[in-house]
């Protein structure tokens, strides 16, 4: 490829990465394998085209600096580091009782990488040319995206034969290496802090047709509904436990439908469709939850990743409002 083609690809594979890594977030379960698969490749794709990007760089390091290239600079450590900490965790390199995991590094770097490469392409503009819809362009785009497909298909079926069975999901996330509760790390999502809470005077406030009950911690131990199921942490690990206490549906009229807003002490919420499986959880692995994991109450939602299991639940709104309303991802 020449250095033009080979701009315009990127310009298209790194925020295309980006959107395919955000779609892994928002899928737990399900379509989330072929996703991976595409994230997977575009990754790969950045380094079938590595020989024809260096030659594109060094030309433009024997010009005259320009203030562009500190944000060319920016964009390749970005794209790097995106690029190793994604083999890394592929390697089973999780970090996971780290501050940042591997996972968490990556997610940061590929999303600053996809901004800078829609920044550095207004700075330095390639304008599209008939040309540029020719046979021999698709065919030199058709075979870097097939060399970056087999280099894809390869290191799933290298991960597979090296990783046990039932270790690493779909959704890339690893199987921690104790199944102890003690040994779940402490997550929150971006700057909520573990708040700290008074069991004795919380209360959890339901509301549903424009009435409101409160309920105390007390008050929700009454019951002992059991669910296992597992937590797949957007930081890379995930863990199967039981999880105790009520289903959300109890605290609701008989035969309630739509959805429900579940609200944390810190103002986290997340939307979800109401449905039997939906637990509010006191309790995990027998005994009762602790500050860290979301005491006095969280959210536990079978085939959803982690961000939608809501710690330290002080509200449940319950309408009608459908739950794709909400962005895929929170923005607090």
Known sequence: ???????????????????????????????????????????????????????????????????????????TAAVVVALVTGVAHRAGVLLAGSPVTTMQLHVGAGAVAAVLTLWHAHQRRVRARRTDLSRRTFLRIGVAASAAGVLEGTAQVASALATPSGIRRST??????????????????????????????????????????????????????????????????????EWSGVRVSRLLPDGATGTVEVTSVTGYHRRLPLTDDLLLATGIGGHNLNAGHGAPARLVVPGRRGYHWVKWVVRIDHDSQPWWVQAPLPLQ
């Open 1 to 75: 490829m020449n250095g033009r083609l080979t701009n315009l690809v990127l310009l298209g594979v790194v925020p295309l990465a980006a959107v395919s890594g955000l779609c892994m977030f928002v899928f737990g379960s399900g379509i989330v394998w072929p996703i991976a698969f595409l994230h997977g490749a575009l990754g790969l794709a950045i380094v079938v085209l590595v020989p024809w990007k260096s030659i594109v760089v060094r030309r433009a390091l024997r010009r005259a600096p320009r203030p562009s290239r500190v944000v060319s600079l920016l964009l």
């Open 172 to 241: 890339g996330s690893f199987k921690l290496a104790s199944s102890s509760v003690a040994a779940i790390p402490i997550t929150s999502w971006l700057f909520d802090q573990v708040p700290e809470i008074d069991l004795t005077s919380w209360r959890l406030t339901v509301t549903t047709g424009g009435v409101s009950r409160d309920w105390s911690l007390e008050d929700l131990r009454r019951w002992n509904d059991r669910l296992t199921a597992v937590l797949d942490c957007t930081g890379g690990w995930w863990t199967e436990q």
